[in-house]
Structures are given as C-alpha cells and as structure tokens.
C-alpha cells in the first residue's frame, strides 16, 4: 500500500514517530501535534502533503513550519500549563494551536492581515479559547501585555531581538531564528534571574525573514 492510501490516523502516526527519532520527546508536546489537523492549516493544493514533516508554502509568500521545527520550538521553550506566551509571526496559526494547548495563554502577532484573518478562522473552528491576535509589527512585541513568560520568534530575526527580551520575564525563555541568511541557528535565551541569558545555539533552521513594519499589500 502506498502512503497515498494511508488513512490520517496512519500518517499521523508516522509522523508522530519523525518526531520522536529526531529528539521531540516530551509528551505533552508529542500530544499537541498530534491532536492537531495540519490539514486545516495548509492550502488546498497542498492538503494530501500536510502529514509530511516539510514546511509547507502558505498564502503572501509565507510558510507553514515544519511539524520537528514546531515540535522542537515548542519542547525548548520548556512551557508550564500556566504560563503566558507570546508568539511572533502566527503565519497559518499552527504552530499557536501546538502552543494552545501547552500553555495558559497564547498572544500571537502577525503583520499581514489576510493571514491573521485565515488563522482566526481556524481558531474558531477548532473552539481555542486561550489565542489572542494582533495585526502588527511583532519586532516590537506586545509591550502592554509584558512580561511574557515564554516568547517564541517564528520569522529570522538578524540579530538579537533586543525589544522581545526586554519583554520577558527575568527567569522567562525565548527561541528564535537569528540570522540574515537563509540558514540561520535556532537560538534560546533563558533568563538567569538577574538580568542575563544562558544563550543555546539548538539546531540549524531555515525561516522566513522577520520583516519591519505591517505588510502594506493584503
Ligand atoms: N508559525 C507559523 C510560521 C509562519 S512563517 C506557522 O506555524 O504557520 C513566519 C510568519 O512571520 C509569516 O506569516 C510572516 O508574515 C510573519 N512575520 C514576519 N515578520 C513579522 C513581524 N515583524 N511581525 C509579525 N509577523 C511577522
């Protein structure tokens, strides 16, 4: 039988076992991704590929995250059920479904407004009572709603995102793509206490650009 023949709970669970090989171990994150239908996040023309473990080409030129990347995100950020995280760049809202339901509260920002529109929708749909959108510039954050206990970048950001750190809480983590190339390193920041980070340099990742400003088209 080919994989095309597979039922979703089959492909599913092939995935799930991607996962796991590839170091995503935590249950409760394993539990997200599993209870959650990529499908309902891709295209159409990319529905009977939602169950690989590939980014995936989303509406204005952006994409949904691979489901390891999103699962190692979410596992670095070593998130407790009450706490509030925010996240830059909800893209497809994916990644803040998997966020969702492993955490209290899920603030999500994303600059264009056809996406954050899309993601809403699916929100609803999937009765997620816990994700609070904003249409805005991410880069700056969400400074009325700080500070955050866990902050998750989902664009590459250049450098340090300096304002996001600003607005964590001082034992708070943050995971981002840093980096101006198409190759960047998926980098944590865990807050000592006292003002600084232990920075972790995870894996090599491949995002989208963090862009300044709202998007000005649709
Ligand atoms: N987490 C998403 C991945 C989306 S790709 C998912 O699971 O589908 C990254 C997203 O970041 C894109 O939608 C892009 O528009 C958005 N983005 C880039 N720069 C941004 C900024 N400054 N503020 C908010 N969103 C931004």
């Known amino acids: 039988m080919s994989d095309d023949d597979d039922t979703p709970e089959t492909r599913m ?87 969702s339901k492993v955490a209290r509260l899920v603030y999500t920002v994303e600059r264009y407004r056809t996406l954050m529109k899309e ?42 995102p300096k304002a996001l750190l600003s607005q964590l809480k001082p034992t708070g983590i943050l995971v981002a793509p840093i980096g101006k190339g198409p190759v960047q390193s998926l980098r944590r920041y865990a807050g000592d206490g006292k003002g600084g980070f232990q920075v972790e340099d995870l894996i090599d990742v491949r995002f989208v650009p963090l862009l300044d400003g709202v998007a000005k088209e649709l």
């Open 13 to 99: 669970a092939r995935l799930i076992l991607a996962l796991r090989s590839q170091g995503v171990t935590e249950p409760k994150v394993l539990h997200a991704v599993e209870t959650t239908p990529r499908p309902l996040f891709t295209q159409a023309l990319f529905k009977d590929r939602a169950f690989e473990d590939s980014a995936l080409p989303i509406a204005c030129g952006q994409t949904i995250s691979q489901p390891f990347v999103v699962g190692l995100m979410t596992q670095a950020l070593r998130i407790d059920r009450r706490d509030r995280v925010l996240e830059i760049g909800t893209g497809s809202g994916y990644q803040t479904t998997i966020l």
């Open 119 to 160: 993601a809403e929708g699916r929100f609803k749909e999937l009765g997620l009572t816990n994700v609070i959108t904003r249409f805005g510039d991410g880069g700056e954050g969400w400074p009325e709603q700080a500070p955050f206990d866990r902050i998750m970048v989902t664009a590459a950001a250049p450098a340090e």
